[in-house]
Nanobody, 118 residues
């Protein structure tokens, strides 16, 4: 099993930046089975949507609505996934979740709230 804990959310003005972190802990076997690491978000009254992902090989993919503003990265030695968010907009307000999956593993964090004021 893998446990994911997000941090870094908060209140920021439009145009500002935040960096989210997601730390994974658990068995080495489970952590090594992870193929994809993702960030999702869910705004009030809306469905959860994929924001960005990074594969085990380092390939990245971004949703169109964050391209050029958000950057996903990881530090494997720290089992930590990051999401650098720049040029934040009020519509980026949401709870942000990290997800790690691969093989039989599919783990989600508890979420961290990002609020962007206009």
């Amino acid at each position: 099993q893998v446990r994911l804990v997000e941090s870094g959310g908060g209140l920021v003005e439009a145009g500002g930046s935040l960096r989210l972190a997601c730390v994974a802990s658990g068995s080495i076997v489970s952590i090594n089975s992870i193929n994809i690491k993702e960030w999702y978000r869910q705004a009030p009254g809306k469905q959860r949507e994929l924001v960005a992902l990074i594969t085990k090989g380092g390939s990245t993919h971004y949703a169109d609505f964050v391209k050029g503003r958000f950057t996903i990265s990881r530090v494997d030695a720290k089992n930590t996934l990051y999401l650098q968010m720049n040029s934040l907009k009020p519509e980026d307000t949401a709870v942000y979740y990290c997800r790690h999956w691969g093989g039989p593993l599919d783990a989600w964090g508890q979420g961290t709230l990002v609020t962007v004021s206009s």
